[in-house]
Each structure stands twice: as C-alpha cells, then as structure tokens.
C-alpha cells in the first residue's frame, strides 16, 4: 500500500509530529506484522549524560506501534479511533548510536481492529517495541495500551 511507504510515513512525520521529525526520529520499515522505527543519539535529543533522552525513545517506541495501528486501520477501510491510554517502558543500557525499536504485534492489531468492526465494541490492546543499539544489545523497551474504537 503506498500510503503506508516509508517515505510517506516520514513525511507525515514532518507535518504531524515535528517535535519527533527534528528530533531524528524515522520510520525504518513496515509491514504486516511488524514496523521498526529508528532514532540516531545527537546533540539535539540527549540528556545530559550524552545518552539518548528518554522522550525521544518514546516518541519512537510509540511511532513503531502506532504505525501498526494506522496500517491495519487504513486496511480495515473503517473509520476507527485510535489513542494511547498508557504507557511504561523500562530503561536497561545507556542508548547511544542508532537505536531501532521494533514491534511485532500486527496480528494483534489485525485481531483487534476486525473485533472492533464486528462488536461495535472498543477494543484495548497492548503493543511492546523494544530498542536495540548496534550492538544487538536492548536498551529500553516499551508498552503501550492503545484504546481502538469503530467511529460512528
């Protein structure tokens, strides 16, 4: 679906979500199952311990779910709300270089989004995108519950 290319997502987050954009933050890849969002540690998103600011890994953390959702809602052809209700993420090595988060959970999305178009009902799911440096080690990993809901 060209909507979904990655090209297109980066652009909307240009327009969209500039905080995220200047910050460095992009979409890697996507697909049925399973999106990747990538962020490089600079100047303008690091602590003062010279490591990746947690916000920004959350900002990508969350674009990589969420990227999901908006993929299977666009394939749906339903109108479908979407919105975080929570969010934990845990901190496990200092992130430097090129961090990449990647999620999953499309078949839960998928499941998800045909439940809502059937029941009419909300649905709540629960996304993880975990963030790996170079080295294939994780630094952070991150959960989100997403509220999804056909619009009436």
Known sequence: MSKFSVKNLNKFLLFKLPSAYFSGV???????NEAVATVKHKWINQNPFK?????TQG??????TGVLVMKQIA??????????????????????????????????VKAAIDKTITTGEGETIIMTAE????????????????????KK
């Open 26 to 32: 992009r979409v890697k890849s996507i697909n049925e």
């Open 59 to 64: 900002m990508t953390s969350e674009l990589a």
């Open 131 to 150: 963030g790996f440096d170079e080295q294939g080690d994780s630094v952070s990993k991150f959960e989100y519950t997403w509220g999804l809901k056909v």
């Open 75 to 108: 394939e749906s052809g339903k109108k479908i709300s979407m919105l975080v209700t929570h969010q934990q993420g845990t901190f496990t090595k200092k992130a430097v270089g090129r961090i990449n988060f990647i999620c999953k959970d499309g078949e839960t």
């Open 51 to 55: 490591s990746l600011y947690w916000a």
